[in-house]
């Protein structure tokens, strides 16, 4: 249906600020921030409040806040980065595009998995801690195209590995990203 009720999205609003309160909670032990990565109808369910308290520099977040980054997906319209303007307090959106399939008719032939591939590839690559939000994002969805292109898990060889490089640079379109 493309819509998240309101009931849901309280209780993953509400999961995601007990795992944020854990983490503040426990920062003695451990010294990384949170990637979330949601679906785009579960992200634009929550309040603009929340973006607020995790939005701060020209990347989109603050380096004060629990929550590090969020990219959030949006099947075959690609992802984006939500950003605050400080000035204004409107929110904006740096856009990623979906990356273009390597298959016989240009469609998915299984997109199962395609988002859990894009928030795990980026959630690992936000955690390096020296990957910017855009490169995460392009990087994710290398993944999540790849993971599109075969009918089950891709195999993890080379060429798999250079097609998730090479689709990276192409929704990069040159900007700030896998250089």
């Known amino acids: 249906t ?9 209780h993953c ?10 983490a503040r909670t426990s920062m003695k032990y451990y010294r990384g ?8 109808q579960l992200f634009e369910s ?4 929340f973006v607020q308290s995790a939005s ?7 380096s004060s806040s629990i929550v590090d980054s969020f990219a959030v997906r949006d099947g075959p319209n690609g992802s984006f980065i939500p950003h605050i303007n400080n000035n204004n307090n409107t929110p904006t959106r740096l856009q990623i595009p979906a990356a273009k399939l390597i298959t016989p008719n240009a469609q998915p032939i299984n997109p199962t998995g395609a988002g859990n591939a894009y928030a795990a590839a980026y959630a ?8 910017s939000q855009y490169k995460a994002a392009c990087i994710a969805t290398g993944v999540g195209a790849v993971v599109c292109e ?6 993890w060889e080379w060429s798999v590995m250079e097609r998730i490089r090479d689709a990276a640079r ?10």
């Open 150 to 155: 075969y009918n089950h898990l891709p195999p």
């Open 2 to 10: 493309n819509l998240v009720s309101v009931e849901d999205a309280t």
């Open 46 to 49: 929550f309040p603009l409040s």
């Open 33 to 40: 921030k949170i990637a979330f990565s949601p679906d785009r």
């Open 13 to 22: 609003a509400a999961i995601l600020q007990d795992i944020i309160n854990a």
């Open 124 to 131: 690992a690559a936000r955690s390096l801690g020296h990957c």
């Open 170 to 179: 192409e929704v990069s379109d040159g900007r700030r990203c896998m250089e």
């Open 56 to 62: 701060g520099d020209e990347d989109g977040i603050s």
